[in-house]
Each structure stands twice: as C-alpha cells, then as structure tokens.
C-alpha cells in the first residue's frame, strides 16, 4: 500500500509539473526556450505514462493477493 501511495504522489507532482510547463509555454517568445521546454514536457508526458503503468501495476499485483 504504501508503495502504491508513493506514485500516486509521484504522479501527482508529474501532473502539476506539466500543467506548469504548459503554462509557461504558452508565455514564452523565444523560439530557443519554446522548444527546450517542449522537450522537457515530452519527458514529463513519457514520465507519467510510466508512472500510470506501474500503478496500475501495483494495483493489478495487491487486488491478486488474498487478504
């Protein structure tokens, strides 16, 4: 239970981190910097593809367990 607390804190600071990025995309004039954080939101949307992977992981490996 408690590793499964753990991503979903994990996927949360992941979601607010996008939703920052994308904020601060939408501000940005510099062609440069547009595309350094296109990159790094990239990495954050291939991050919590992982991260949801392993949770439902998780949560497919504790529903299998008996009580």
Excluded: D, Y
Aim: net charge positive; proline share 3%; no cysteine.
């Amino acid at each position: 239970m408690e590793a499964l607390q753990e991503m979903i804190g994990a996927r949360n600071a992941a979601s607010a981190e996008r939703i920052a990025l994308i904020n601060r995309l939408a501000a940005l004039q510099s062609p440069f910097l547009r595309a350094e954080l296109k990159r790094r939101l990239t990495a954050i949307e291939r991050h919590l593809v992982r991260l949801e992977t392993e949770t439902g992981r998780l949560i497919s490996h504790s529903a299998a367990r008996p009580s």
